[in-house]
């Protein structure tokens, strides 16, 4: 039984190190109620979604160099707000402001960047003319509102208004639009709102788990027992979540939520979506009226279109299961049929879109929502993804440490080694005599 007892121990403690291999992801994974101030030399910036992320050397009092890594936004948003790779070119000397990872050393979340010849950057600081606020089209250029056919011309750059922290260094405040953060206090909390959940001073913030109270509250929506099942072991925080393991979510989600440039283009038979989120590329088939017998399942479904006077409307099924959204722990079935609207506003220079996503396996009632992009202030542009969380860059050797962490190679060998002895542990116990 002693035998016995240890030999479960052990596969329970090497699994546990195994699964710590892969580290949890997202504001959360940041403690913002701690500040700590590096100086350091640049040695690498990977511009990349879902989050950039620069490296620095940083040399103490005795000479002695440590490498340390310091989590930015996303590449694309990024853009669209004028930072580029030149900034922080290679042997760049920079003092950087932020919060602590909670569980990688020497790694940080970049709220400021102080450069030595005195330039500063907040996290969300704008080094461009910032787009105009949805509905602003004085400064876009004229486009065609209709086609030659008659039809709304949507065809364009679009992307939603960039949206951050009241506070421009992102570490306290609500989460609002860029056109909003304007009006307001900095760090502030307007009236019907609330404090984004991980920024400094909210309870997920301060809870003794915090990881574990951002991402794995209960759903937010009503589900069914199956849809129940579906999510109760879904872990958002790590590669449970599409995101990051760099897919996309949904057609819904991905279309607005990091502010990512979009592409549509618009044939008489056919209009297509690029999203600038993960990449993800939809057909609107149109003169279509019935959706293949044989569709196959993708993460981007099949989609038909159909003009109700000046309003896109399209219909789309075939989808795998996955995630409707991660935060709010929301499931959905490849019994998902999702109905849009799309209407463009010529004189706003913007389209919005409202929608239902109906799925009776794993939804209650419908999912419904609503958002609106406007003409991009940057052109398309594909940009990689790839999540660094938990991982070397790809010009470093992925068995080395992440600035100070186990190389995975090393945890998983271990962890299988360790499950190895405790079988044959078991094997023994077994083989002896009065053995249960």
Known sequence: MRAKRTAAGVIAICLGVASGATAHHGIINFDLNREIQITGTVTLLRLVNPHSWLHLDVVDANGTVTKWRCELRGASVLRRSGWSADMFAAGTKVTITGAPDRFTPNTCYLATAVFSDGRRVDRYGQLRAAAPAAGDSSALPPRPARRPDGRPNLEGDWAAEQRMLTDPRGISGAFVPLSVAKKVEPGSVPAGMQAFPGAKGTAASLAENPVDTFWNRPSAFPLTPAGQQAIASFDGGSTDNPRLRCEPTNILFDWSFEADVNRITQADDRITLLYGSMN????????????????????????????????LVVETIGFEPGILSADARIPHSNQLRVTERFTLDPDKGTIAR???????????????????????????QRTDCDDQSYKTT?????????????PRWLVWGGAFVAVGIAVLALMRLRGRPGAA
């Open 394 to 406: 790809k010009t470093e050797d992925a068995s080395a440490p992440v600035d100070g962490a186990t």
């Open 280 to 311: 993800l590329e939809r057909t609107i088939h149109l003169g279509v009226t019935e959706h293949p017998k044989d569709v196959e399942p993708t993460r981007a479904g099949h989609s038909i279109g159909r003009w109700e006077g000046d309003v």
């Open 354 to 380: 409202i929608y239902v996503a109906e799925d009776p396996l794993y939804l209650q009632k419908p999912f419904t929502g609503a958002d609106t992009v406007q003409v991009a202030d940057v052109p398309y």
